[in-house]
């Protein structure tokens, strides 16, 4: 999968040490992301993301380096809930929401599922910001669904329906042409 500035695919062995510094060992990515806290790269045990099915690397297209991850957390039969986690040093430079449109698309158009879900820790108004740039609406709410970094923790749920997603990129095609002009 590709994007204006992104390559959106396979976790590779040689990921490692970007992996390390952009995801498991920046504790700002911890605060909204949940992965483990890495405290060095030599004890780091990588091989466990490699065999996770559908985690897919967010690469830079310039570079190829692995600046994130993007992921389906948990996938039902016409649903699934995804992830994502980037970099701190990536943030603010519209990088997820680019990545989260592409993988919408997967999602809805290569893997016929019919709703996608996210979620966010309340305060974490950046990952808000960008399941609405990608059409998300809000679904729920749940208070304390588990302990993460020795706090229950509460998640707030987005959601988005393909129809809905499918509107909104033809919206977006055709608002892209009539700039184009």
């Known amino acids: 999968m590709q994007t204006v500035r992104l390559l959106i695919d396979t976790l590779r062995q040689t990921d490692k040490a970007d992996y390390f510094q952009n995801i498991s060992h920046d504790r700002k990515v911890l605060q909204t992301f949940v992965c483990n806290y890495e405290e060095n790269m030599e004890s780091f045990d990588f091989s466990r993301n490699l065999s996770i ?10 570079t190829g380096k692995l600046i994130g991850i993007i992921l389906i957390c948990e996938k039902k039969e016409t649903s699934c809930e995804i992830g994502y986690g980037i970099g701190s040093a990536y943030w603010d430079k519209g990088y997820v929401t680019e990545a989260t449109e592409r993988f919408l698309e997967y999602c809805f158009c290569e893997r016929g599922l019919e709703t996608v879900y996210a979620s966010y ?14 059409g998300m609406t809000y679904s729920h709410y749940v208070e304390k669904e588990f302990t993460y970094l020795g706090m229950e923790r509460d998640l707030i749920y987005y959601a988005i329906k393909r129809e809905d997603f499918l509107k ?12 184009d002009r």
């Open 53 to 62: 099915p559908d985690l897919f690397a967010i690469r830079l297209k310039e």
């Open 168 to 179: 909104n990129r033809k919206r977006k095609m055709t608002f892209q042409r009539t700039a």
């Open 121 to 134: 820790f309340p305060g974490n108004e950046a990952s808000k910001r960008v399941m609405e740039k990608c």
